[in-house]
C-alpha cells in the first residue's frame, strides 16, 4: 500500500498485488477501509508434509486450497468442476470457483452481489452480524441452470438461479423466514420432483426433507417429514447413486464430528443403514461434496479446520465404492477409510493454478477473488479516478449504539 495523499486517499498499486498464495479477501469495515487477507495456518506437524496443491508431476497434496474455503460443496458440468464456499458477512457473498481437475481452482464470482438482499444490517450502514450471514448452502445444476440454496441462521431460507456459474446471479428467493437452519440442499428426481434437505438445529438438529415447486422456489410445508436426527447432525447432501438416495450429513461422535451416508431406496426412507466414511483426521473433515469424473472415477471435496483466524482448508479425497458405499481415502479392514495426505491428480494435464489468480485494477471492476467486509459504499472506493489503481477513501467510524 502506497503512502495517503494529502487529501487523504489512499492507492493500491495493482501491480504490487499478483497472484499469492493464499485467498485474497478484501474485508473493509469501509468506515475505516483496512484491508486484510485470510491467511492459512501453518500444516501441522503430524501431516507428512508441508506443501499443497498440484505439485507439478501428475500429483496433488492437501489440503488443495490452504485457508478459508469452508461449508464446501462441489459439483462438475460437462468437464468443469464448479465450488461453492460460504462467506457469512463478506460481501458479494457465497464464492464460486471453477477447476478442470478439481486441484486447480479459479474465483469466477460469487451467487450474492448485493449482500443486503438478506438484511439491511449487512450494509455499511449498520455493519451488524459478524459470523452471520451466508452459512453452508449446495451448488446443482438443473434445467439448464445453476442452482444456489443457502441459509441465513437469522433471516431463513434463501435460492437463486444463473445460465452461468459466473452470473449473473437472480436476485434471492426466500423459501422460509424462520430462524435456525442450516445446511440446505436441493434435488430433484427423474420425474422432475424437487425436494429439500436441511437441518433445524435450533430443534435438537432435525434433519427436515421437503417437497419443493418444480421452479425449486417454494416449499410444500405439509409434506415435511423428519429423515434423521443425531448429535449436531448437519452438512446435508442428496444424491442417486445406482437406484439408491444417497443421505450424506456428519455428526458429533465419540472420534469427534464425523461423516456419514445412509441410503434407501425410497427418497422419504426410511434411511435404515449409515456408514461412516473415514476416520478421525486432522481438522476433522466433514462437510463437502461427493462428485463423479467424466472418466467414472469419484472423488470427496472437503472442508476441515477450525473456522477461527485460519479459516476451513479444503483436501480432496478419492472415493472407493465398497459394496454399494462410498469411502473416501484409503478403505480399512473395518471398511471405513483412512485420511490421504497425496494421490494422482483426477485429470492430467492442466497446469498448477492458483486460486485468486491477479488484478491490475485496469477494468470497470474488481476481480472477482476480492471480497469486502460487509456491504461496500459505493462512494468510498473507486477504480475510474486513477486507472490501475484502487482508491479507497477513509471516513469516521461508527459511533456506538
Known sequence: MKPAHRDG??????????????????????????VSFALAAPAPEKRPTRSWGDQGDGTYRNPILPGD???TDVIRVGGVYYYISATKE??????????????????????????????????????????????????????????VYFTDPDEGLFMTTAPRASGPWRPLTRLMKSAGWDDPCPFWDDDGQAYLVATHFADQYKIHLFRM???????????????????????????????YYYHFYSEVTAEGRMPFMARSRRIVGPYEERRQLIH??????NQGGLVETEAGAWYFVTHHGTSKWDGREA????????????????PGADGVGNMVWSARKPAAGSAPELPQGGDEFGGPALSPQWEWYFQPRADKWSLQERPGFLRLYACRPLQPG
Do not use: C
Request: no cysteine.
Open 9 to 34: 486517499t489512499t492507492t493500491l498499486d495493482g501491480p504490487r498485488f499478483r497472484r499469492g498464495r493464499l485467498r485474497l479477501a478484501l474485508r473493509l469495515a469501509l468506515l475505516i477501509a483496512p
Open 69 to 71: 474455503f469452508q461449508n
Open 90 to 147: 463478506l460481501s458479494p457473498g457465497m464464492m464460486i470457483m471453477s477447476s478442470p481437475d478439481l486441484v486447480n481452482w479459479q474465483v469466477i464470482g460469487h451467487a450474492v452481489p448485493q449482500l443486503t438482499e438478506i438484511d439491511p444490517r449487512y450494509g455499511s450502514a449498520e455493519m451488524r452480524g459478524a459470523g452471520r450471514g451466508i452459512w453452508a448452502g449446495a451448488i446443482r445444476y438443473h434445467d439448464n441452470k445453476f442452482w
Open 213 to 243: 415447486s418444480a421452479d425449486g422456489t417454494q416449499l410444500q410445508p405439509d409434506s415435511d417429514r423428519v429423515i434423521h436426527q443425531g448429535h449436531g447432525s448437519e452438512a446435508n447432501k442428496l444424491y442417486k447413486i445406482g437406484g
Open 280 to 285: 478421525r483426521a486432522d481438522g476433522e473433515p
Open 315 to 330: 483436501s480432496l479425497l478419492p472415493v472407493t465404492w465398497v459394496d454399494g458405499w462410498p469411502v473416501w481415502g484409503t
